[in-house]
């Protein structure tokens, strides 16, 4: 059946229908309706009472095909209850830092949930050059809370089980499995690169054995490593914040992976705006450098940050239940050295899945808009090669990079070689 998005008149009567979305936007029968969906995949609306514009809300809705190609590429619509789910669960875990979900309609694909009118998305503030003295701090929250209690740390065996053999986002993971593992790889159609990117550095992609093994291994990770309920696609632009909160939306790619799958994302994409802050400073007439630092600080905190948290719940848990995840008792030195071990691999299998969500945005087809604003191309396709050369440097060196500021060097070396 052929998809119509909503008119502002039939919005309106669909959310003059619904109680609990009345109790919000108050006694008015007039809204405004402005569609503001940047994103690839849903159509999104802001609604405010035109009687007073602060009672407002969002409606998202899932049109039954990818929005950034078309019916040519059709999705299921069951994906906006997943969205729901996982908001839910995520908020339940959370509240600060996730948006409140008002009302969800599995028969129209559609939920309304909380307006952040005094936030914006963090990519576009990054591209501003703004300084969020919050974020690493709300962010590692987020991580460290939500990772840790969908896994087998916190759930009982049954639950974990019974959870990971629900509901498989297999479309989604689908597109992940392809724009961010594979096609950026292959010589494939669906790729899109500056015409000024050396061929070498694209070629590189293809035939750089440990590079490739590499890429290899975070796919079969990412398909197989059942071990929390993730977000999915944690870059920049699924958070929202201002200097005081921060909060993490559209988590529609949710599903049982990895947890380094979104700490890699939200630290590659500090990496992305890191290095494409050299155009954006310098045509402002600024010096990159301060920003930059700002950046790669925020890289740090928000690991060293997660890792401490993590830990923290961790133990927490294990004293509560007086039994260590090991078995036996909490607190042996045993217990903390599994811990240890398993931080190391978490922070392997981050720097590893960093690396090829930084690729992608790179080759591949879906683009982040601080590489895309850069109008000089030579100047964008230089900092795409360094944007490549760290990727592969922490795909390749996962393992052996010893620690968070191991990576922020790397990074900053990276670019000092090729200023
Ligand atoms: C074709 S969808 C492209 C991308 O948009 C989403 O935000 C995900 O990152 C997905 O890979
Ligand atoms: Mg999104």
């Known amino acids: 059946m052929h998809f119509e998005a909503f008119s502002s008149s039939e919005l309106t009567e669909y959310l003059l229908g619904i109680p609990a979305v009345c109790a919000r936007l108050g006694d008015d029968s007039e809204l405004q309706v402005v569609e503001v969906g940047d994103g690839n995949l849903n159509y999104v609306y802001f609604v405010s009472s035109a009687l007073d514009p602060r009672l407002s809300v969002v409606v998202k809705q899932a049109p039954p095909y990818l929005r950034l190609v078309g019916e040519a590429w059709p999705l299921p619509r069951e994906r906006m209850e997943r969205e729901v789910a996982a908001l839910r669960r995520f908020g339940a875990l959370c509240p600060e830092h996730v948006p409140r979900v008002f009302h969800a309609d599995s028969e129209k694909f559609l939920m309304v949930m909380q307006r952040l009118d005094s936030h914006r998305v963090l990519r ?43 509901d498989i986002n297999t479309e989604l993971c ?24 050396p061929a070498t550095a694209v070629e590189r992609l293809r035939t750089h054995e440990p590079l490739r093994i590499a890429a290899g291994e975070m796919k079969w990770a990412f398909m197989n490593h059942a071990e929390t309920l993730v977000h999915g696609d944690l870059h920049t632009g699924s958070i929202m914040a201002n200097e005081h909160e921060t909060y993490v939306i559209d988590p529609e790619f949710a599903f049982y992976g990895p947890m380094g799958f979104d700490t890699g994302a939200f630290i590659a994409n500090l990496l992305l705006a890191y290095y494409a802050r050299d155009w954006h400073d310098r045509e402002a007439g600024r010096d990159p450098a301060a920003y930059q630092g700002w950046l790669l600080e925020q890289v740090e905190a928000v690991w060293n940050a997660f890792a401490q948290k993590f830990e923290q719940i961790w133990r927490m848990h294990e004293r509560e239940t007086g039994q260590a995840y090991l078995g036996g008792p909490a607190g042996t030195r045993a217990a903390e050295a599994f811990r240890d071990v398993f931080i190391r691999r978490l922070f392997a299998d981050t720097l590893g899945f960093a690396g090829c969500k930084m690729i992608r945005r790179i080759v591949g087809m879906a683009k982040v808009a ?12 230089r900092i795409e090669v360094r944007c490549l050369k760290l990727a592969e440097a922490l795909l390749v060196q996962r393992r052996e990079l010893a620690s968070i500021e191991a990576v922020t060097t790397l990074a900053a070396r990276v670019l000092a070689e090729s200023a």
């Open 124 to 166: 576009g503030g990054l591209i501003d050059g703004i300084v969020y003295p919050q974020l690493a701090d709300h962010i590692s929250t987020y991580l460290a809370r939500t990772l840790f209690h969908g896994s087998d740390l916190y759930l009982a065996p049954d639950a974990k089980k019974a959870a990971v053999g629900g």
């Open 174 to 197: 689908r597109i992940t499995e392809e724009l961010v593992f594979t096609f950026p790889f292959e010589d494939h159609p669906s790729n899109v690169y500056s015409p000024a990117l």
């Open 370 to 381: 601080e590489i895309t604003s850069i109008k000089d191309e030579a100047v964008r396709a």
